[in-house]
């Protein structure tokens, strides 16, 4: 038990820290000499990142950190759990995923204040069951290209989620996190439901604002 718990605070604190490496602010920096927080929607994320500057280098450049400051941290908890408790990898992976959105939605790094965490909830939920992955990231695109709104896309995969997962058999410990991720991401939607009520929330598009 207590290896559980000291192996819990270390992926806790890393996955926290690493997730709060924010991609869109870094690039938006190095490349554009300006800060992305006050542009376009005025979040510092991948959507917005894009929304303003387009499919350019620096937007797959800020996506890649993104993604790979979840899959590193989930990756090396779901194996050291793995390794280290029965049936502990799953665990291990959606413990850790939530500590990095929690790291990008809240980072220490800018003063807690972060981005939606979508793009690091789609980049690591594979490790927790690859099957619920491919089935939720299905009804996201099929949303995303036909009604085209990503944040009801993305809000939609969060809360089908942990659905699937109780069909697949996940452990309790593995649905509460997951339902505790859903909420989390819903709930850093708040605005956009405001807006998709209203009617006034923008639509996806594969060009920049500025084009």
Not at 48 to 61: D, L, S
Not at 178 to 183: D, F, N
Not at 187 to 206: D, M
Request: one cysteine or more; aromatic letters at 14%.
């Amino acid at each position: 038990m207590t290896d559980f718990i000291i192996l819990s605070i270390i992926a806790a604190l890393a996955s926290y820290l690493l997730g709060g490496i924010n991609g869109a602010i870094i690039l938006s920096r190095l490349v554009y000499h300006e800060d992305i927080r006050t542009k376009g929607s005025g979040n510092p994320g991948f959507t917005n990142f894009k929304r303003v500057h387009g499919f350019c280098p620096a937007t797959f450049a800020a996506m890649a950190i993104d993604i790979f400051k979840t899959i590193i941290p989930v990756v090396t908890f779901m194996l050291l759990f793995g390794s280290s408790f029965e049936n502990g990898g799953q665990f291990g992976a959606v413990f850790s995923l939530l500590f990095c959105m929690l790291g990008h939605c809240f980072p220490v790094w800018y003063k807690f204040k972060g981005g939606k965490a979508v793009l690091a909830y789609l980049s690591g939920i594979w490790f927790v069951d690859w099957r619920m992955g491919l089935i939720c990231f299905g009804i996201f695109v099929v949303i995303l290209l036909t009604i085209k709104y990503m944040s009801l896309a993305s809000m939609t995969f969060a809360f089908t989620s942990p659905i699937v997962l109780f069909f697949l058999g996940s452990t309790w410990q593995v649905l509460l996190t997951s339902a505790i991720l859903s909420v989390l991401v819903i709930a850093r939607h708040h605005q956009n439901i405001v807006r998709l009520c209203k009617g006034t929330e923008s639509k996806f598009s594969l060009k920049s604002k500025k084009s």
